[in-house]
C-alpha cells in the first residue's frame, strides 16, 4: 500500500509525527486485514483505513466498505479498538 499523495496529511490523534509511517507499522504488523475476513482487498480494507485516517468515525467508517462475510470485526467500535492496538494508530 503506497500512500505517497497522502504525505502531507496528519492523524487526528495518535503515535505518529506524521502519515507517511503508518504503511510501514500496518506492513510489520500484518494488519491490513481491517475486518478479518481472511483477505485483504482496497475495496474493504484500505477504504476503512482511509476513512478512519480522514477521521471520519463509526457508520462512515464502515457503511459499504466491509468484506466479504465472515467478519470478525464489523462495527467502528471493533475496528478502532484493532487499529490502535494491533496496527499502533491512535485514533479517537
Not at 74 to 81: G, L, V
Amino acid at each position: 500500500m503506497r500512500c505517497a499523495h497522502l504525505g502531507s496529511l496528519q492523524p487526528r490523534t495518535g503515535n505518529h509525527a506524521d502519515i507517511t509511517s503508518i504503511p510501514g507499522v500496518l506492513g510489520a504488523n500484518n494488519c491490513l486485514d481491517i475486518e478479518s475476513n481472511g483477505q485483504s482487498l482496497a475495496a474493504s480494507d484500505d477504504m476503512l483505513l482511509l476513512r478512519a485516517l480522514f477521521g471520519l468515525t463509526d457508520t462512515a467508517v464502515t457503511d459499504n466498505a466491509l468484506g466479504a462475510p465472515p467478519q470478525a470485526r464489523s462495527d467502528w467500535a471493533t475496528i478502532r479498538i484493532y487499529l490502535n492496538g494491533t496496527c499502533q494508530l491512535g485514533l479517537a
